[in-house]
């Protein structure tokens, strides 16, 4: 059974920073992007960035480029997201999640198969 656990979420000031970690356990990828997804009060979820496998390639949304960064460290099985520069309206339930098939990319959020259960990020200002 694959298993995702977020952590990291907080409080923020704007303009601060937080950075979200994912374990993923028991999973072995065979090329397999992850990616991190968010769902704010009232709002469908929205992806928010995605890396393959071998971090050689990343997608974000317009709204966290040059603020947000998504990294992985395959030794350690863990996804990571480091925010910087955060505004109110980045407040959001964070999930990581993780797809052995897809077909497009960046990924359509029906293709995440695996998920975390959330880490909530607030941003005050």
């Known amino acids: 059974q694959v298993q995702l656990v977020e952590s990291g979420g907080g409080s923020v000031q704007a303009g601060g920073s937080l950075r979200l970690s994912c374990a993923i356990s028991?999973?072995?990828?065979?090329?397999?992007?992850t990616a991190w997804i968010r769902q704010a009060p009232g709002k469908e979820r929205g992806g928010v960035g995605v890396i393959t496998y071998n971090g050689g390639t990343t997608y974000y949304i317009d709204s966290v480029k040059g603020r947000f960064t998504i990294s992985r460290d395959n030794a350690r099985n863990t996804l990571y997201l480091q925010m910087n520069s955060l505004k109110p309206e980045d407040t959001a339930v964070y999930y990581c999640?993780?797809?052995?098939?897809?077909?497009?990319?960046?990924?359509?959020?029906?293709?995440?198969?695996?998920w975390g259960q959330g880490t909530q990020v607030t941003v005050s200002s």
């Open positions: 028991r999973y072995t990828y065979s090329g397999g992007p």
């Open positions: 999640a993780a797809t052995q098939m897809w077909s497009r990319w960046p990924p359509a959020l029906s293709e995440y198969n695996y």
